[in-house]
Nanobody, 113 residues
Framework: QVHLVESGGGLVQPGGSLRLSCAAS????????VGWYRQGPGKQRELVAT???????DYADSVKGRFTISRDNAKNTVYLQMNSLKPEDTAVYYC???????WGQGTQVTVSS
């Protein structure tokens, strides 16, 4: 079973950037389709970006053009580059594989002035 740990969150002003990391252990992350999810205050968890084993990507409309998902197979890590952040991006961000594995603790992203 793959074990995932998210990191890189923090407090950032509107318009700022953050890069989140999803580090894997136990199995090669390159074997999986990987998704980044987020859960904002009082909201359901939503899928915001996915990357296939071949590197194809897809994004939720709300983040398209601002977020970029990528993977570094040598580091067994998937990243989420988030630019032009908005207050509505505030959430706990999680990564997971397909089919879904165990959820990690996530990393908090807060966008506020």
């Amino acid at each position: 079973q793959v074990h995932l740990v998210e990191s890189g969150g923090g407090l950032v002003q509107p318009g700022g950037s953050l890069r989140l990391s999803c580090a894997a252990s136990g199995r090669l992350l390159s074997l999986y389709v990987v998704g980044w999810y987020r859960q904002g205050p009082g909201k359901q968890r939503e899928l915001v970006a996915t990357i296939t084993r071949g590197g194809s990507t897809d994004y939720a409309d709300s983040v398209k053009g601002r977020f970029t998902i990528s993977r570094d197979n040598a580091k067994n890590t998937v990243y989420l580059q988030m630019n032009s952040l908005k207050p509505e991006d505030t959430a706990v961000y999680y990564c997971n594989v397909f089919p879904l594995g165990t959820w990690g603790q996530g990393t908090q992203v807060t966008v506020s002035s």
